[in-house]
């Protein structure tokens, strides 16, 4: 599974990349606005670090708005995806620009009837939002697994990027289910390689190191 982290901060992005794990990067409109930045500088200067997969989002409503942003967005860099919500107008623009050679994350799922319609017009990919189901009380990993079935049953080339993650259990699961990308905060995944029993383990190491004779 790939992940990529769900920011806007170059350098929390320079961070996880230089480690080597970083896969790809989303971002949205509430991210952008926190870095102060103009939004296209930000996704441009984030592909030019060579993450290879970054994702930017359209904000106009109107399937016309989001045709023009699109196309403007895929001219930044060929790493960039263009995210689209899921709405009828973002389904007509995700089509349009699928067959322009747009690579489109369609944003904003919250049901595997939607997936299974960004699967229709050509995504890329398609974000289920868990986290956010989760909160009103529904199982968001219940439906990762909807829609990895769905895609599997119809061989549909649809990744499934799981976001809205809000712990490493949501990557776990996600990745047990077999989704093809989680994105999440920095936060999170910092927590993947954390484990009390590794510190505690690497802190005895090297006490007993202090007794080897130099």
Not at 15 to 24: F, H, R, S, V
Not at 72 to 91: E, N
Not at 145 to 162: A, E, H
Not at 199 to 204: E, T, V
Request: one cysteine or more; a neutral charge; charged letters at 25%.
């Amino acid at each position: 599974m790939e992940l990529f982290l769900d920011t806007a901060s170059l350098t929390e992005i320079r961070t996880m990349w230089d480690i080597g794990i970083l896969d790809g990067v989303t971002t949205n409109p509430t991210l952008v606005s926190k870095e102060g930045r103009k939004f296209e500088d930000i996704i441009r200067d984030i592909c030019a670090l060579g993450v290879p997969s970054v994702s930017a989002e359209v904000v106009a409503t109107d399937v016309n708005g989001m045709l023009a942003e699109g196309r403007r967005l895929r001219q930044i860099h060929s790493s960039v995806y263009v995210k689209c919500p899921m709405t009828p107008a973002g389904l007509t623009a995700t089509k349009i620009l699928a067959k322009e050679g747009t690579r489109v994350n369609m944003t904003l799922v919250f049901s595997a009837n939607q997936a299974l319609l960004a699967a229709k017009v050509g995504a890329a990919y398609v974000s289920p939002f868990i986290g956010r189901l989760d909160d009103q009380g529904q199982d968001g990993i219940e439906l990762v697994r909807d829609i990895v079935t769905i895609y599997r049953n119809y061989r549909v080339p649809t990744k499934v990027l799981v976001a809205s993650v809000r712990h490493p259990v949501h990557v776990l699961e996600a990745a047990k289910i077999g989704a093809d990308i989680a994105t999440m905060p920095y936060a999170v995944m910092e927590k993947l390689s954390a484990h009390p029993l590794t510190d505690i383990g690497l802190a005895r190491f090297l006490k007993d190191w202090e007794k080897v004779p130099k």
